[in-house]
């Protein structure tokens, strides 16, 4: 089991409730927490030797303990608009400064620290406490969005989760403003935003159809007399449910299908029904039969090139949630409201959907998936394999990194299982530092196409020289573009930095984790020498040809690292 997080609450306020719930919240991944000493923000914050250089910090203040013109503001005088900025500004830089030296950060929105009617009618007004507070926020997001490994988190939410958030005489008793709900709630939304910015999230939803999707037995009901839209209370929370998986398909989440249904019948709703908002194309896949639940879950999610840690299901059938949980432990299971009407509030509360950044490969994820198919229908009718290949006209397009790719990079390493060398989990900051900080470090981001459309940035291969040799450090590639022989593609690439630099060898020394098997017998049939513990060698002298097949756009170059991109 890895070590857990090291967690520094910084506020000004008594947080030590807060570290303590962060501590024991058993869900992954493990924390140990601590407080920072009360009243000390500024003083951490520019303290240089107040973290170690893997702290996580959660950053919560009162916005009057923190900006003296808010406060002002509350003690009913004049606030100066520009000097208010400026503090803001001032906070804001401080708290970069100090996040260079975490590893991440996550700074909780101002929220009114107690209960004030304010200027009452004008609260809303230029002077009025809540217009001063919401433009405070917004100033203080636009501020450190700019910063890498930095995010806000919305406090509201914590004091929602409490009939009664604030206590006064806690207040006057330990100088802790909230009360044990809200601290609660705040220490369950850092454990998820950690999960998030480590690339934890779950990346597909599995979802039921006959009372779930929509209302009714489609093969007894037929489709035309399911409950789903129209002037029918039931079938309106239905299609709020449908809409609210067509969001997550816009964020780039899959949604896929499994149902014991016939699947022409079921697949005719889908198509037919006029009020169906989840159409074909918002699958990425399906398993519409007679089938075990379970079973089906693990055939689409291997067809998918998934991994279960990967899947949520969502069933109304208590007895379909039980087998899949208890078959299929890795998938997450919630359990599921009786009434429909709760359907799409259940899912919009899940927090394993949450991104710490979407790119444009997963906005276009379910289209990439629906191509997929089509390529896949596109190999039966092919004579061989080498003819498939060849009639996708595969292109790739091997460049540095930068600004615009830069998330997606780190996405795809810490989120890629299956084809990943060494399995190296990082941040954009970290990756920065890895780059610049060694001599002959390079990193190539492989983005690939087809006649069938655009699969986007798949790929990392990185490389550092050591002595005489180029060694391959990160070597990633998405599932999505597995098959195609990108992967000795990639290859190609670090072999032809070893030929640029003069290197007699190039090295990949494979690391085992209980997912990336897969990388393991890729590396076993490459064609490089294994010199044993699982350290596999090729003399650059030879050349590592580049598939017939695949064209290749290659503007990586020598020592182009990332300073303009963080």
């Not at 503001?73 to 608009?81: R, S």
């Amino acid at each position: 089991m890895s070590k857990p997080h090291n967690v520094s609450v910084v506020s000004d306020f008594n947080a030590e409730l807060v570290a303590r719930y962060i501590s024991a919240d058993r869900s992954m991944p493990a924390c140990a927490a601590t407080s920072a000493p009360y009243g000390q923000v500024f003083q951490v914050l520019s303290n240089e030797e107040a973290v170690a250089p893997d702290t996580v910090a959660l950053i919560w203040t009162r916005p009057e303990g923190v900006i003296p013109e808010y406060a002002k503001l509350l003690a009913g005088q004049q606030a100066e608009p520009d000097r208010l900025d400026a503090e803001i500004d001032a906070f804001a830089a401080m708290i970069k400064r100090f996040a260079s030296r975490c590893k991440y950060v996550f700074v909780a929105s101002w929220a009114p620290t107690f209960h004030d009617r304010g200027l009452g009618l004008l609260n809303w007004g230029k002077q009025g406490a809540a217009r001063q507070l919401a433009r405070m926020n917004l100033r203080l997001a636009e501020q450190l969005g700019e910063a890498a490994d930095v995010f806000m988190l919305d406090s509201q939410r914590w004091i929602d989760a409490s009939d009664n958030p604030r206590d006064r005489k806690s207040w006057y008793l330990a100088k802790a403003p909230f009360t044990e709900k809200v601290c609660k709630a705040a220490a369950a939304d850092l454990k998820s935003a950690l999960r998030t910015a480590s690339g934890q999230n779950r990346k597909l939803v599995v979802v039921d159809l006959d009372d779930t999707m929509w209302g009714g037995i489609v093969g007894d009901d037929g489709w035309e007399n399911l409950r789903l839209g129209g002037h029918d209370h039931v079938g309106e929370a239905y299609s709020e449910f449908q809409s609210v998986l067509k969001t997550l398909v816009n964020r780039g989440i899959a949604i896929a299908v499994v149902s014991k249904n016939d699947e022409a019948v079921a697949l005719e709703a889908i198509t037919k029904h006029p009020e169906m908002i989840i159409r074909k194309d918002d699958l990425a896949a399906w398993r519409i039969n007679w089938k075990d639940k379970a079973q089906n879950i693990a055939e689409l999610v291997e067809e998918l090139n998934l991994g279960l840690q990967s899947t949520v299901f969502i069933d109304d059938n208590p007895i379909e949630r039980g087998r899949v949980r208890e078959a299929l432990p890795e998938v997450l299971v919630p359990e599921w409201p009786s009434d429909p009407s709760k359907y799409a509030d259940a899912l919009r509360q899940l927090d394993c959907f949450d991104r710490a950044s979407v790119t444009s490969e997963d906005r276009e994820r379910t289209r990439m998936y629906v191509q997929e198919r089509e390529r896949r229908e596109s190999l039966t009718v092919a004579s061989s394999l080498d003819d498939w290949h060849s009639s996708l006209d595969v292109r790739v397009h091997a460049g540095p990194v930068s600004a615009s790719n830069v998330k997606r990079i780190v996405q795809l390493m810490n989120k890629t299982n299956q084809l990943n060398l060494r399995t190296r989990r990082t941040t954009e900051k970290e990756l920065h530092q890895w780059l610049e900080s060694g001599t002959n470090r390079n990193l190539a981001a492989v983005t690939v196409s087809d006649r069938f459309g655009d699969l986007g940035l798949t790929g990392i291969v990185s490389w550092e020289q050591v002595g005489e040799a180029i060694e391959i450090v990160d070597y990633v590639l998405s599932c999505r573009a597995m098959g195609r022989q990108v992967e000795q593609l990639m290859v190609h690439l670090a072999v032809q930095a070893a030929s640029r630099a003069g290197c007699d060898t190039v090295i990949a020394r494979f690391i085992p984790t209980a997912k990336n098997r897969p990388c393991l017998e890729f590396w076993q049939n490459s064609g490089f020498s294994d010199s044993g513990d699982n350290v596999f060698v090729w003399k650059a002298a030879s050349d590592y040809p580049k598939p017939a097949f695949i064209t290749l756009e290659n503007d990586v170059e020598p020592a182009r690292h990332l300073a303009a991109a963080i």
